[in-house]
């Protein structure tokens, strides 16, 4: 019963700046046992390039996700009345050892899909998201929507390095944990190492809508080729916060100019809508270069989103199981 599930602190007995800041004001759990959707930091920023910092995103998120409240305005979604969902608190890692952390943080990531709970992180760095594929993709290569101003599937970095936020989805493309002809990067731009950067991306069959062509053609024909591409099969979500323009979203490891605004983002984010959604994350809040918490808020709006999402796929997922 929808009585018995966690639910956030109430605001009218606890103001919102009172007490522990945990993901959306629930319950702090031990393990991802007797939930649906679980809610996790991984806190670890080893495979930066350049502006570290994303290691302190989820506390900050944390923090901002504070703000939200229990229903969604547009959809009238109430996660938590649809499912059983909270803060299991952070994914163990190593912050001075890479093979280490990708480690720690695919076990972390496996104890959640065993416990039969949806995944979703709050990273970090974009490197995080490949051993969280690792974990959800264990039983065969799954789709992804990833809005981001990156492609993610560069090669190597200084000599034979195969590990930084720049490569994981080349690395997991290699690793066989995404289909990549049920792959869509939406909102690619700034500039590049070399004309042919992307080459290899849209050789393994990525579909690449770089931000001039979101400009052209908006949200809803965007999105309807990406639920197209994606199908009904599983697909994870991964959302890095440089999508966002650095005016909206300052806060991040390498900002790029020419982005969405925040309203484009959430529309996006809401016609994911039908697609099978078996993770997903907000990755590269970086509060050391944020200003009065923006950007981290910008992230916990979205993660409220994509918890919506999943919520009400939780719950008609249980309707139809019932209904057999
Ligand atoms: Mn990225």
Not at 259 to 275: I, S, Y
């Amino acid at each position: 019963m929808s009585t018995s599930f966690p639910q956030p602190i109430d605001s009218g007995l606890v103001p919102r700046f009172a007490g522990p800041a945990t993901f959306m004001r629930l319950p702090l759990a031990t393990s991802a046992a007797e939930l649906d959707i679980a809610l996790f930091g991984i806190p670890w920023d080893g495979g930066t390039t350049n502006r570290a910092g994303a290691r302190h995103g989820p506390r900050e998120v944390r923090n901002q996700s504070t703000l939200m409240r229990s229903t969604h305005h547009v959809s009238g979604i109430e996660p938590f009345k649809l499912a059983r969902v909270a803060d299991i608190g952070d994914l163990s890692v190593n912050p001075i050892d890479l093979l280490d952390a990708l480690a720690r943080i695919e076990a972390g990531v496996r104890s959640v899909v065993v416990a039969g709970a949806v995944p979703l992180a709050v990273g970090g760095d974009h490197l995080t998201t490949l051993p969280v594929l690792r974990a959800v993709a264990r039983s065969g290569p799954v789709g992804m929507i990833h809005f981001d101003a990156h492609s993610d599937t560069n090669d190597l970095y200084f000599g034979d390095n195969l590990y930084t936020h720049g490569t994981p989805f080349r690395r997991a493309i290699e690793e066989g944990l995404l289909d990549p002809h049920r792959v869509v990067q939406i909102g690619i731009r700034g500039s590049i190492y070399a004309p042919d950067e992307h080459a290899w991306a849209k050789d393994q069959g990525i579909r690449i809508v770089y931000m001039e062509e979101f400009v052209r053609r908006g949200a809803s024909d965007i999105m309807a080729e990406a639920r197209a591409i994606v199908g009904d099969g599983p697909t994870y979500i991964s959302f890095d916060v440089d999508c966002i323009d650095p005016s909206m979203a300052p806060g991040t490891g390498t900002p790029e100019i020419g982005g969405f605004t925040t309203r484009e983002a959430q529309a996006l984010v809401r016609l994911l809508e039908g697609v099978r959604i078996v993770g997903a994350d907000v990755v590269e809040v970086s509060p050391p270069f944020d200003l009065a918490g923006m950007t981290a808020l910008a992230g916990a709006t979205i993660l409220f989103e994509l918890l919506c999402l999943v919520a009400r796929q939780v719950a008609e997922t249980r309707s139809s199981a019932g209904a057999r």
